[in-house]
């Protein structure tokens, strides 16, 4: 005896493919299809978010990067300038404590 194969279509196992049993297998079948798919997309879309992810922590870190050494740039000369005027106001400071002391001298002198 041949061996008879069962149509997968055949939904309720009565030897009979009806239409609406060809409906319900082929929507069944376009289902698993679309999850598939679905799936898939999800599983692109999760990999794709991950390294862009990746992408962006290092360009943030190389932005970073650059905003720090800017930062100390710009730290390093304001605190060369704060020296400079500093150093400047101590020699004008000498200066004129020595022309007050020679004021005051000259004062003395006349009164004396």
């Known amino acids: 005896m041949a061996e008879e194969t069962k149509d997968p ?5 009565d030897g ?8 319900q297998y082929y929507a069944g079948k376009a289902g698993e299809k679309v999850e ?15 390294e862009l992810y990746g992408k962006a922590s290092v360009k943030a870190k190389e932005v970073y990067d650059k905003a720090s050494d800017k930062a100390k740039e710009v730290y390093d000369k ?6 400079d005027v500093y150093a400047d106001a101590k020699e004008e400071i000498a200066e004129a404590a020595d022309k007050a002391k020679a004021k005051i001298d000259e004062f003395k002198a006349k009164k004396a």
């Open 9 to 13: 279509r055949d939904l309720n196992g």
């Open 16 to 23: 009979k493919v009806t239409l609406g049993e060809k409906v």
């Open 36 to 50: 598939k798919a679905t799936d898939q997309a999800f599983s692109e879309v999760k990999e794709d978010a991950k």
């Open 78 to 83: 304001a605190a060369d300038k704060a020296k």
